[in-house]
């Protein structure tokens, strides 16, 4: 199973952003989906995540502005993102929670991270 991370860039204040992670390989079911962030010398935090059954949570600094979604058809989950600020530059990773094809116990998997710059 992978985690395929990408809509990542360099954007200025003000501006939006699509991110996309789509899972891939022997998946049986997926659970949560969720979007993290690290920006330079700061830990990692959570931005927004999504269940199964499409409800959502949202970090306090990206609620109105941040949306998150997924399409099951595509095994995909996205991040919409308006009104950027350069708080906002991280890289942002996406991760989900995963029962493979034949297997009783599920999992986390991690996508790649990309890159999001948000100038002033």
């Known amino acids: 199973v992978q985690l395929q991370a990408s809509g990542g860039g360099l954007v200025q204040a003000g501006g939006s952003l699509r991110l996309s992670c789509a899972a891939s390989g022997s998946i049986g079911s997926i659970y949560a989906m969720t979007w993290y962030r690290q920006a330079p010398g700061k830990s990692c935090e959570l931005v927004a995540t999504?269940?199964?059954?499409?409800?959502?949570n949202y970090a306090d600094s990206v609620k109105g502005r941040f949306t998150i979604s997924r399409d099951n058809a595509k095994n995909t989950v996205y991040l919409q993102m308006n009104s950027l600020k350069p708080e906002d530059t991280a890289v942002y990773y996406c991760?989900?929670?995963?029962?493979?094809?034949?297997?009783?116990?599920?999992?986390?998997?991690w996508g790649q991270g990309t890159l999001v710059t948000v100038s002033s």
């Open positions: 999504v269940t199964s059954g499409g409800s959502t």
């Open positions: 991760n989900a929670v995963i029962r493979r094809v034949g297997q009783n116990s599920r999992r986390e998997y």
